[in-house]
């Protein structure tokens, strides 16, 4: 029996369905409609996917018409190799831009198209990048991400259009919905500064949407007013992450009191957060890194409503300004972040926090014996303990094991060595469904551990995941060693050794 074809509507809609790359390559070749379907999916992030980035400005480079190439020739650019007709106008697909990332490529493809050597300061870098800046700004119509890099610890000087350029040209930024603008320090000293403040003073009148915004701004030597008034001009900020001066900024955010939904603080400094009550719609609040000028009550008097998630990070708060925050916060939270774990803070935690199923703690004092009765109410489905600066007891996993709650599903220790003889015990007497382990790499305990877990493991039906943290890049396993990861990897458990896949998987 014939199979019927499938009409191009059915085709578009798998298409728009598709996220594997290598489907999506293969869908090419189905026929001329399934193409022009796919290649706008594969080329919306090409200068984050391909890799072979050369190619992929070349490719860029053949887009540009004649009068964009012809701006080039006084800078000595060869554009011999990129004569031939592109198939379809690429550039307009594009939906996702970093400065860094497009003159690194650039770089890439000079480099290969060079007879001498080039390096990241040269003038031709920053005239082609320009050039292509202005084609994907009138050529792109779902321009959706941008992130504009010009700190002092990067080494490109991405020059900008005039300001004349970024704002009459259309479609320009006009559907921009993630900006990231990150100016620490680079607007001081040497680096040129009127295309980047140009630009940064365009914002405001060229794009309105945007929902998810980025500001890294530590002494560049902008006005602070410049961000408040990015801020402001926009119809509905849903996320704002900043660091910096905060005076004006904080002020700006009672425009999104209905839409912003999650505040990340970093390195900044802060009064009271008194002026973020307001935020009816708040859900996830993360403070790290950050300087409080007041303490106390006068930090948080009201309540927050909706608050979910609450990161409290390496900031200068007293353990009693901590409870204090809880105390106005827990009722409603399923997150918490926190590395004041003291006596107030767990009397508080236990009081006012009964739902919250992700915590995460850095241990910067004793651990006060309340914290593990606290756990043990909770429905906790995710425990992390983070990197500490104390040395825990040798009861610490025995008190674990006591009172760990019976619906974690993933476990991580990157903070602790614990004796083969306490890994035994805790994991014998472990009857929660873990999903996840992570245990940091010790040398000297590494084949004991493996021989408690390969006994250990595949006993337990549920664990997919055992990760070490800190492992020496590259290691060689040793033969006694391959046995019992062998037998663990029998049971079905994937082990994990690299840093960034573990914090893939750990990422909150």
């Not at 992929?56 to 480079?61: K, P």
């Not at 918490?336 to 003291?342: F, G, Q, S």
């Not at 094991?401 to 472990?430: K, Y």
């Not at 010790?442 to 250990?456: C, E, T």
Request: charged letters at 20%; a neutral charge.
């Amino acid at each position: 029996m014939n199979v019927p074809y499938l009409v191009d509507d059915c085709l578009y809609h798998l298409a728009q369905h598709i996220t594997d790359i290598d489907t999506l390559y293969n869908c090419l070749y189905v026929n001329h409609f399934m193409c022009k379907s796919v290649i706008p999916k594969l080329w919306s992030r090409a200068l984050f996917k391909a890799k072979r980035k050369d190619l992929l400005i070349r490719t860029y480079l053949s887009c540009l018409n004649e009068e964009e190439k012809a701006s080039l020739i006084p800078f000595n650019i060869n554009l011999s190799d990129v004569n031939q007709h592109p198939f379809l106008q690429y550039e307009k697909y594009m939906e996702s831009c970093n400065n860094v990332v497009l003159e690194g490529a650039v770089h890439d493809w000079l480099k290969l198209t060079s007879t001498h050597r080039v390096d990241r300061k040269d003038l031709r870098i920053k005239q082609i990048s320009r050039a292509l800046w202005i084609m994907f700004l009138s050529r792109c119509h779902n321009f959706k991400s941008f992130f504009y890099d010009i700190s002092e610890w990067s080494d490109v000087e991405f020059d900008f259009p005039e300001g004349s350029m970024t704002l009459n040209v259309k479609p320009s930024l006009s559907n921009l919905q993630v900006l990231t603008l990150c100016t620490n320090g680079g607007l001081n000293g040497s680096r040129e500064i009127e295309g980047p403040l140009n630009f940064l003073k365009s914002i405001p009148s060229v794009c309105s949407n945007i929902q998810e915004l980025g500001i890294y701004d530590v002494d560049s030597g902008v006005d602070n007013g410049l961000f408040s008034d990015i801020i402001k001009s926009q119809r509905s900020i849903k996320s704002l992450s900043y660091m910096g001066s905060t005076h004006s900024v904080i002020p700006s955010l009672k425009v999104h009191k209905n839409s912003l939904t999650q505040l990340v603080f970093f390195s900044s400094t802060i009064g009271s957060l008194e002026a973020l009550t307001y935020l009816e719609c708040l859900e996830s609040l993360d403070i790290c890194d950050c300087i409080f000028t007041v303490n106390g009550d006068h930090i948080l008097s009201s309540i927050f409503r909706n608050l979910k998630e609450l990161s409290l990070m390496k900031n200068n708060l007293k353990p009693d300004t901590v409870a204090e925050i809880i105390k106005k916060t827990g009722h409603t939270l399923k997150r918490l972040i926190l590395d004041v774990i003291t006596l107030e803070t767990m009397v508080a935690a236990s009081q006012y926090i009964q739902d919250i199923v992700h915590l995460g703690v850095s241990v910067n004092f004793e651990i006060p014996p309340i914290f593990f009765f606290w756990i043990k109410k909770l429905k906790l489905e995710r425990l992390i303990f983070f990197e500490s600066s104390i040395s825990y007891s040798n009861t610490f996993m025995r008190d674990l094991r006591m009172n760990l709650p019976p619906t974690i599903t993933e476990l991580s220790m990157d903070f602790f060595n614990p004796t083969a003889t306490e890994l035994s015990n805790f994991m014998d007497s472990c009857e929660a469904p873990l999903r996840s382990l992570v245990l940091r790499f010790n040398s000297k305990h590494i084949d004991l551990y493996l021989k408690v877990l390969a006994v250990i493991v595949p006993m337990m039906k549920t664990l997919k995941t055992l990760s070490f943290t800190n492992s020496p890049r590259n290691i060689i396993w040793r033969d006694a060693q391959k046995q019992y990861i062998d037998t663990i990897k029998e049971s079905g458990v994937e082990i994990l050794t690299k840093r960034y896949e573990i914090y893939i998987r750990d990422v909150w």
